[in-house]
């Protein structure tokens, strides 16, 4: 009950709106509206009227087309770039050294002293093809079980359709595990890359078996690697640098990486200011078929970002000194909406396995870890060059005979390729450190007797020397004198700017703001319900018409022209007590005869009384009365005290 | 009347006193928002039912909101910079390229200044490390020893320290000595200390207090021995004039063999000299100096600068420096050449070909950037005669402070005026002063590198280098020079320059437009709707509520007067007098009432004489209701 009442009450509120038809409520909306125009069509006379009529119409127009153009051009999301280039205090940047060579090859030899034999006779049968033969007797006979995993074979392309295929062995044991169909020829136009690429296949299998702390144990300690380290005035040591095992480099050393330790900052451009080392790599160590290029491999990289030294590492030569500028190119990338890129690399789909490291999301751990996952999940083993996934193992040719064709079959797949990078997103903030590299000559023949001297005593605390120029490297790194250019992205449209435009636009041309918009929509609300009134008011009115062309049927289909007049049907006074009519209009039905209420209903459309001057009790009592007349007509219909038409057709 | 009341009078009478608007606040209210030009506040009054009213309140006060919000954001965002990037094909001027020897000084011309220091050196080298060039020659150096000792290197030895027990041995005797002091790099940020057991080193002393002392060690004797050479070797320095050094260096014909420029020959006429305190004489092609500047209008390496040089690695000094070849930085003419800072490397026997891409930028300075026009605005004297940069400014400050606190200036820098180069004689406490200044310098520790700023304006040449073997080996004539040869080409890869400009992103007249579009779109408000607000929040409603209280006020001191004995009817007489009487306004504030019911009687001599007693003084009152108090005067 009280539910009704409220509605009841509600709808009396929202009745007392502007007017009861849509003119008057026109009418009223242009005279107490905010904008400017409407006022104005409805005060002037009416030549002007047509004036305004049409300004404010073309006025109008004009808002929305200009805001069209403004709300397109936000949602573009276009950004505007910035760049600055100064000088500024600046995180020294991570400094990674390796050598070229991973292993002693005194540490590795009994591992490799098979494949080093395979490979000298190899080189022998393909320098000289005639004379194989012969000078096989001599050396011991070799085991072909490496051989025949992955053969080097000859292909004579003479005939472009049918290539011969000799191996070099002459075994025909090509593809044995698994048939011939799933072979893949890797093809070289010279000897020497076949030979080296070969050899890098195979000794890394090899390589692969030996746990990683052996490893870690063949390759170059820092303390023999890092003979003097120097970082502005202060004194360094090969205890600043964090080891990592690198598969291709063997252990690399990392200078302020910034993992345990803050990071050390720079404020002055210049060699004096950065960072002095001295490398030994001692060359004659190395592996001879495995690394053809002699020197350190450095990469310059952000803290705690992982260093993929084969990809974006530099080299630097022996016996030079080798300076290195840094200017430190960022670029900051705006996130979604205006450019795809990832802050932290959460949300993209793809398992960082570098995290293991402790290192930061970057687009290249992205490709490699996905490139690793999908060699899991094809081949069953990981590759050696990218970290392990949890639970598998790196490939080697007795656990996995097939891994090299299931590797090089998924690296040249281009589908593999996309999807890993379609997955991968950019970094949003990238830092890249461009390098002015310049070399001298280091030591120089006057001082280079008491370098290597001190050098070598240091070392090995021996007074011979056992350095050389061959084996010794210095490096300089320092920022330049401008050490920044950075390029930063930023909104080119704003929700403000927006917002002023629109608001700009609107004031400029009409005067109006949001509140005119909310006027506009309460006019609407209030049109609306109007609307519904009449609709209702028009179903009854129609409902009645029927009604009462079915109590006069005949009539009406005998006398159709014919208005039915008043007074042609009487019926008695209502039994029931009439109803209190406290108000001034007339809302009785039991006072009137039924063609009266008909009329009244049919004015129904009429123009109703402006608004607020009709009391509302009445409205509602109008409603109700609508609808008891329609019962009282129904009634009448059924009594028999009701007279019959003149012309007796009931 | 007194003559100060009557002017008030006046006043009143010429000037009407108006208060605000409406009576009450409610009413001040209610003929705001009928007045304003906001939109919103008009429509409060307007609307009809309660619902309305309450809804049309508050979207007004969150319209006020969002205005306030989005105002601070266009005020946060005013000062941001747009950068445009231009690209000009044209004639370029050549840059100033620098180029000298790493070795400062022919070595055979200086052996007079440096044989003690040498053999010092040498001495070192033996007894640490047990390295002899030649057995003879140490021999004699050690006879010689005795004879020769200079006071100055007893001062500052080598040390060698056996681990961290404070046990170090001497160079000189070979003895053990303790060590005092504070040992420098122990605690810093980047050492770690204790490990190795052959640690080297060199002990400052301050002079004047033996026990203040400063110990240097190095993790490895090449950097140790460097470091203590040249620390001497700028003592040594010091004290040779700057005309005898010169002559001590390199001339144009040592260095420079053949050059070419934009295809024609050139010569040591387009050089001009420059000593440089490390690095001896340095030529500069294309200085500037006669007024001309060079430029090309063809790119690549044949119209550029092609110069071979000669390094005479024979007459190198073996400690000072151990590198051999060339430095060479290109600069613009106006600038001074760090080349000891930012120079870069060429090598012998290879031909080094330096392409260079030229940009120019152009910062804008405050309030956008903390960047210098000038340079003079920074609280640091430009010790060098060229064009303000960062490098100069830092260099300037460190000699400045060098000088203030050391007494002297230090050698790799420009002398100020009025100061000269430390030297041990003269200032025996300089190194251990000096090393002290470093530090705080490296450390930040000096304010140096807050006080200088970036320059707002400067020119890059962005280089990219490529070596090739040179010359190459089918040429047999050249072969014994081979490493001593070094050619060098400087040249512009392509002509275009790089202009990169910052320029305001927003200018006043945007600010203002986008306040005007916020203030429009939430409420259609102006500048004249603000200063509405201002009107009648602040001042009206001010006026109002102190006009209440200063009633209040009032009638409570009123009341309490009455309630004390003796006359408390004539307070309550005249307050009520004063209410409407205009005379008494003077001890009151301008009420709404009394302003709209002016005028002054001016003419009414009743007021004039003081009331004499209670009777007479209701008599005289104007008022209608106070007839039946008269009235039973009149029955009295």
């Given at each position: 009950m009280n539910l009704k009442k409220y509605f009841v009450r509600a709808l009396h509120r929202l009745q007392k709106g502007p007017g009861y038809t849509y003119k008057e409520l026109l009418v009223w909306y242009c005279d107490n509206t905010n904008t400017h125009g409407p006022k104005r069509i409805i005060k002037e006379g009416p030549k002007k009227k047509l004036i305004w009529f049409f300004l404010t119409l073309l006025f109008a127009s004009l808002v929305f087309w200009q805001w069209g153009i403004l709300i397109n051009t936000y949602l573009s999301y276009n950004v505007t770039s910035s760049l600055s280039i100064g000088f500024k205090t600046m995180k020294f940047p991570a400094v990674t050294v390796c050598n070229a060579n991973p292993f002693k090859y005194s540490e590795v030899k009994h591992l490799l002293k098979e494949l080093d034999r395979l490979i000298e006779a190899a080189l022998e049968r393909i320098l000289q093809p005639a004379l194989g033969n012969s000078s096989e007797n001599a050396s011991p006979p070799l085991d072909l079980r490496l051989w025949h995993q992955i053969p080097l074979v000859l292909i004579d392309e003479h005939d472009k359709d049918n290539p011969v295929i000799l191996d070099i062995f002459e075994s025909n044991q090509a593809c044995s595990h698994q048939g011939s169909d799933n072979c893949t020829y890797r093809n070289f136009t010279s000897a020497a890359q076949a030979v080296t690429e070969w050899y890098i296949l195979q000794s890394t299998s090899i390589l692969s078996k030996v746990p990683l702390q052996e490893r870690i144990r063949m390759g170059y300690q820092a303390e023999d690697m890092i003979l003097a380290c120097l970082y502005g005035a202060e004194p360094c040591n090969y205890k600043n640098f964090t080891q990592i095992y690198h598969p291709d480099h063997g252990n690399c050393y990392i200078f302020n990486w910034g993992m345990d330790e803050e990071a050390l900052n720079s404020s002055n451009p210049g060699a004096e200011f950065g960072l002095k080392l001295i490398l030994d790599i001692?060359?004659?160590?190395?592996i001879p078929y495995l690394s053809s290029a002699a020197g350190a491999r450095l990469m310059l990289h952000q803290q705690k970002s992982f260093p993929f030294l084969k990809d974006q590492g530099i080299y630097a030569m022996a016996g030079t000194e080798t300076s290195i500028g840094v200017l430190v190119d960022e670029l900051e990338r705006m996130g979604y909406p205006y450019s795809d890129c990832t802050n932290n690399g959460s949300d993209v789909p793809v398992k960082n396995l570098y995290s293991q490291y402790n290192t930061s999301y970057s687009i290249q751990a992205c490709l490699r870890s996905c490139f690793q996952n999908h060699m899991t999940e094809i081949c069953g083993c990981g590759h050696y060059m990218f970290p392990l996934p949890e639970g598998v193992n790196y490939c080697n040719n007795e656990d996995n005979p097939g891994w090299a064709y299931c590797y090089s079959s998924l690296r040249s797949s281009i589908t593999h390729r996309q999807i890993c990078i379609d997955s991968c997103k950019e970094t949003c903030n990238d830092t890249q450190y461009k390098m002015t590299i310049s070399m001298a000559d280091w030591p120089s023949e006057a001082s280079e007797d008491w370098i290597f001297h001190i050098l070598s005593y240091e070392r090995d605390m021996s007074t011979n020397v056992t350095l050389d120029r061959n084996g010794i490297i210095k490096l300089n790194i320092y920022f330049q004198e401008y050490n920044y250019r950075t390029i930063s992205e930023s909104a080119a449209t704003t929700i403000v700017w927006l917002l002023s435009s629109l608001g700009g636009q609107f004031g400029f041309w009409m005067g109006g703001s949001v509140l005119c918009l909310i006027e506009f929509g309460e006019i609407i609300i209030d049109s609306l319900w109007i609307t519904v009134i009449n609709v209702i008011s028009w179903c009854k009115g129609l409902k009645q018409k029927r009604a009462w062309w079915r109590l006069t049927p005949t009539w009406a289909s005998s006398t159709r022209t014919q208005v039915p007049s008043p007074g042609t049907r009487r019926c008695p006074p209502s039994p029931a007590p009439p109803r209190p009519t406290?108000?001034?209009?007339?809302?009785?039905?039991?006072?009137?005869?039924v063609p009266t209420a008909m009329q009244k209903l049919s004015k129904q459309h009429a123009p109703a009384p402006p608004h607020g001057k009709l009391p509302s009790p009445c409205s509602v009592c109008h409603l109700l009365s609508n609808l008891l007349l329609f019962i009282e007509i129904r009634k009448e219909l059924k009594s028999p005290g009701c007279a019959p038409l003149p012309d007796g057709s009931l | 009347m007194a003559p100060g009341k009557k002017i008030t009078a006046r006043i009143k009478r010429t000037l009407p006193v108006k208060g605000p608007q409406a009576p009450t606040l409610s009413e001040l209210m209610r003929w705001y928002c009928l007045n304003t030009n906001t939109h919103g506040c008009r429509r409060i009054v307007v609307s009809r039912g309660r619902l309305r009213r309450f809804i049309w309140i508050l979207l007004t006060l969150s319209a006020v909101g969002l205005i306030l919000w989005q105002c601070a954001e266009l005020l946060m965002n005013y000062y941001s910079a747009s950068v445009s990037v231009t690209v000009q094909f044209q004639k370029l001027p050549f840059p100033a390229v620098t180029i000298c020897n790493i070795n400062p000084y022919k070595y055979s011309s200086m052996k007079d200044y440096l044989s003690e220091l040498d053999k010092e050196t040498k001495k070192a080298l033996e007894t640490f490390y047990g390295f002899s060039e030649g057995k003879s020659k140490v021999r004699r150096s050690v006879d010689e020893w005795n004879s020769t000792g200079s006071d100055f290197f007893k001062q500052i030895p080598l040390l060698k320290f056996e681990d961290f027990s404070k046990t170090a041995t001497d160079l000189r005797s070979g003895q053990k000595r303790k060590i005092e002091g504070s040992v420098f790099h122990k605690d810093s940020s980047i050492v770690n200390s204790g490990d190795s057991n052959d640690i080297i080193g060199f002990q400052l002393c301050d002079a004047n207090n033996s026990s203040e002392c400063a110990l240097y060690t190095f993790s490895s004797g090449v950097n140790a021995i460097q470091e203590w050479y040249k620390l001497h070797y700028m003592n040594i320095m010091a004290q040779i004039p700057l005309e005898t050094k010169e002559k001590l260096s390199y001339s144009a014909d040592d260095l420079l063999l053949t050059c070419f420029f934009d295809g024609l020959s050139c010569d040591k006429r387009h050089f001009t000299r420059f000593h440089h305190p490390l690095h001896g004489n340095c030529y500069t092609f294309n200085s500037g100096e006669n007024g001309t500047i060079l430029s090309t209008s063809t790119g690549g390496s044949e119209y550029g600068l092609q110069v071979v040089l000669y390094i005479d690695e024979a007459d190198y000094n073996p400690f000072l420096v151990t590198s051999t070849g060339a430095k060479i930085i290109v600069h613009d003419q106006n600038e001074y050449p760090f080349i000891e800072d930012i120079g870069t490397e060429i090598e012998t026997a290879a031909a080094t070909s330096i392409g260079m891409h030229f940009t120019r930028s152009r910062k804008l300075s405050k309030p956008y950037s903390d960047c210098t026009e000038t340079g003079a605005d920074i609280p640091v004297e430009n010790l060098y005669n060229k064009s303000y940069s960062l490098q100069i400014c830092l260099h300037s400050c460190f000699q400045k402070a060098m000088v203030d606190s050391c007494g002297c200036a230090q050698y790799a820098q420009p002398l100020p005026a009025g100061a000269e180069y430390c030297n041990y004689k003269k200032n025996p406490n300089w190194m251990y002063c000096y090393y002290r200044l470093h530090e705080k310098f490296v450390k930040e520790q000096l304010g140096c590198q807050q006080i200088c700023k970036d320059a707002c304006s400067f020119k890059e040449w962005a280089l990219t280098t490529s070596i090739a073997q040179w010359p190459s080996t089918v040429l047999p004539s050249v072969s014994p020079l081979r490493t001593d040869l070094a050619n060098l080409m400087v040249f512009y890869k392509d002509l275009n320059e790089r202009f990169i400009s910052e320029n305001p992103a927003n200018t006043l007249v945007i600010l203002l437009s986008n306040f005007g579009g916020q203030l429009g779109l939430w409420m259609s408000c102006s500048v004249v709707c603000v200063i509405e607000i201002v009107e009648v929040f602040f001042i009206d409603s001010l006026s109002i509520v102190m006009r209440r209280q200063w009633q209040k006020a009032k009638k409570w001191w009123n009341d309490r007067k009455r309630e004390r004995p003796g006359k408390p009817p004539q307070a309550d007489n005249l307050e009520r007098q004063c209410h409407d009487n205009p005379v008494c306004i003077d001890e009151d504030l301008p009420t709404f009432n009394t302003a709209l019911r002016?005028?002054?009687?001016?003419?009414?001599?009743?007021?004039?004489?003081?009331?004499?007693?209670y009777s007479t003084l209701r008599l005289e009152t104007a008022f209608t209701e106070q007839l039946p108090d008269t009235l039973e005067v009149g029955q009295h």
């Open positions: 001692s060359q004659q160590d190395y406290t108000t001034r209009c007339v809302c009785s039905p039991w006072t009137s005869s | 002016l005028p002054l009687p001016q003419d009414n001599p009743l007021p004039r004489t003081p009331p004499p007693n």
